[in-house]
């Protein structure tokens, strides 16, 4: 057994992070806040020519060829770097959409009744007639709320995994910029990072992100749905929980517009909406007790 | 990423089912919890059963891997606990084995292996638990002894223990790390008195240890003078290594006898209680894979990680809250002492302050993982 990641899968995590770092960086974060709604197409294209659709389409197919663990490494990423757009939602239609593989085509996908990026999306997987735009929580994610009677494909396991992933990336990140701020914001003459009460909720948000590490990356190798739906729940709670624990640890500044805080808070929240909520990964947990 | 185990550690897997299957039916009635000479007996006996097999190093010479995998695989059979063994096999005998002399380590390994002899740990005092380096204990040497007085506290099996792991003060002088030395003193020595200690699930499952004036060879001092602290991090590392994944197993056995009984008796049908369960669910689902992490780190780097004080946290609270939702499903049952899992739900409320509470646990976590500063 050697559950640790490889040194081809590390390199594949360095390479998206590299990436993101050129190409969205805190810059072009503040700069999407600046135009809710407007999708870097560009961007869109370079993630395609990375491979990052076409990651799990096999080579033949002019895919990457790689499975699902390398796919989960990479949505960590895009989950850390708040990276916008229907990133599940593409990666799945790779297959079946023209273009959705090489970045040409953005796919948007009917999930837990709304649907993400529609007014942007070339193509819809779902039913989508007679949506209505919301008003989102979250600036980096337009919405739209679909009539419970129109049809929400059947919930895709893997869907719920990759969501998972990008939450891992959020606590991941959550606890990172927590500690940063921790370990440099000073009051009363030290750093607040020397208080045990700030450092306590640090310790928590890693116990929290590596605990859903573990639970992700085995899903990601077994690809069970009940061992999904215990990533899913442990991811969005570690999400949710994490970024707004850093919010708390920014104090004063966590509540303004201008940190990156909030952004992470409310993606977390919308992620966390998907696949019907956690109630379907509960029951399914509860029935698989009695097996 | 590789969860599957290579053709040696799964013949390795079922070369032990298939000895468990034949060895366990053998074994004598288990001994009531407060008969300790019984208890004593049961244990040894049965580490004398895994060391005629050849399982009985497994904690020391072992990869992680297969120490997971003999941990995993005693557990489902039911097979009994390291008990009176644990500190021999876990903490005295690790640390005898890296820091011991030729002379220590042929006499003290063989017998804790073979199921011969009892090892107890002296380590904790009443004015010494979480920082433990502010012991008191003294011992000065005599001779060839060293004279020992102080108390400790905590001690598990001292009424059936031959020998203690015992943490002295050698130097008062020292700062507090500095002055700490490793000794074995033999539990029969005049001046040992030991006192059990009711704990509050009404038995006895640990005990204090008085010293008067007791003497102890220098011959069995493990280490240099006033290096015991250094000798003693040595065994604390393997504590947090594979120490609970028999525990893991356990526990997502009991939520699954849990489910059944609630299912039985109604409380399955209230939505909030089935997804309460279901959740417990995904939690220990994923300390079994934390567990496999943990153990794979270890694998490639030869020593456990730093996330045993990340596992140690999250499981210390996800067992109690399995016996808090068992109390739930049982409903005016979980106040019967007799009924299952009623004293289990008492024993769970020292998980979160046995080996490092909480607190410093998450202490731990934001120093030395986080790299946060120390407060003043």
């Known amino acids: 057994m050697r559950f640790q990641l490889t040194e081809d899968q590390r390199s594949l995590r360095d390479g998206m992070r590299g990436l993101l770092a050129r190409r969205f960086d805190g810059e072009a974060l503040r700069a999407a806040v600046g135009t809710p709604g407007a999708l870097d197409r560009g961007l869109w294209r370079e993630l395609g020519a990375a491979g990052f659709f076409a990651l799990r389409l096999p080579e033949a197919d002019g895919g990457v060829g790689l499975g699902l663990p390398e796919a989960v490494l990479v949505f960590e990423e895009a989950g850390r770097a708040l990276l916008t757009g229907p990133l599940v939602a593409t990666h799945l239609a790779a297959a079946d959409v023209p273009g959705a593989a090489a970045g040409e085509a953005v796919v948007a996908r009917v999930d837990g009744g709304l649907v993400e990026w529609l007014a942007e999306a070339d193509t819809v997987t779902g039913d989508a007639s007679g949506a209505v735009a919301l008003r989102s929580v979250d600036p980096l994610t337009p919405l739209h709320r679909v009539p419970a009677a129109a049809s929400d494909p059947a919930s895709d396991p893997v869907a719920v995994l990759l969501t998972a992933a990008e939450q891992l990336g959020t606590a991941t990140r959550a606890c990172e910029l927590a500690v940063q701020h921790a370990r440099t914001r000073e009051q009363f003459g030290q750093p607040i990072g020397a208080f045990q009460a700030v450092k306590h909720l640090c310790a928590e948000m890693l116990v929290r992100a590596e605990t859903a590490r573990a639970a992700v990356y085995a899903a990601a190798v077994t690809a069970d749905t009940v061992d999904i739906a215990a990533a899913r729940l442990l991811a969005d709670e570690a999400a949710v929980r994490g970024a707004r624990d850093c919010l708390q640890v920014y104090g004063g500044m966590g509540f303004t517009w201008e940190a990156e805080v909030h952004l992470h808070l409310k993606r977390a929240w919308v992620r966390a909406q998907r696949g019907g909520g956690n109630t379907e990964s509960e029951e399914l947990l509860a029935v698989e007790l009695l097996k | ?376």
């Open chain 2, 1 to 376: 990423m590789d969860l599957s185990y290579t053709p040696e550690e799964e013949d390795f897997r079922a070369r032990l089912r298939e000895w468990l299957a034949k060895a366990l039916p053998g074994l004598p009635p288990k001994p009531k919890p407060e008969d300790w000479p019984g208890r004593r007996a049961y244990d040894l006996g049965w580490q004398r059963m895994l060391y005629d097999a050849g399982y009985a190093d497994v904690h020391w010479d072992a990869s992680p891997t297969v120490r997971l995998i003999f941990l995993e695989e005693t557990e489902k059979a039911g097979a009994p606990y390291v008990g009176a063994n644990f500190v021999g096999l876990l903490h005295a005998g690790p640390t005898i084995a890296a820091e011991g002399s030729e002379e220590q380590r042929a006499r003290w390994l063989a017998p804790i292996l073979r199921g011969d002899e009892v090892w107890c740990q002296g380590f904790s005092e009443p004015g010494a638990g979480s920082d433990l380096a502010a012991l008191r204990t003294r011992a000065w040497r005599d001779g060839d002894d060293y004279v020992v007085s102080g108390s400790k506290i905590w001690t598990s099996h001292a009424e059936v223990a031959d020998w203690c792991e015992l943490l002295v003060r050698t130097d008062p002088q020292a700062p507090k790390h500095r002055g700490i030395t490793w000794l074995a003193m033999p539990m029969n020595a005049p001046g040992v008195t030991v006192r059990p200690l009711r704990t509050l699930a009404g038995s006895a499952e640990f005990a204090e240890v008085f010293l008067d004036e007791v003497r102890v060879p220098v011959a069995n001092r493990v280490g240099a003078e006033n290096d015991g602290w250094r000798v003693t991090m040595v065994t604390l590392s393997f504590e947090r290594g594979t120490a609970f994944v028999g525990e893991v197993v356990a526990c997502r056995r009991v939520l699954g006898d849990l489910a059944r009984v609630a299912y039985r008796n109604g409380t399955w049908d209230d939505p909030v209680l089935r997804r309460r369960l279901g959740r417990l669910n995904a939690e220990f689902r994923a300390l079994w894979r934390l567990t496999q992490w943990n153990v794979s780190e270890a694998e490639g780097k030869g020593v456990p990680g730093v996330g045993g004080s990340v596992f140690k946290l999250r499981y210390s609270h996800a067992r109690q809250e399995l016996y808090d939702a068992a109390a739930e499903v049982l409903g005016p049952d979980a106040l019967d002492l007799d009924r299952p899992w009623a004293l289990d739900r008492l024993s769970s409320l020292s998980y979160t302050i046995a080996a490092g509470t909480s607190q410093i646990q998450r202490n731990i976590v934001a120093e030395r993982i986080l790299g946060l500063p120390k407060g003043r």
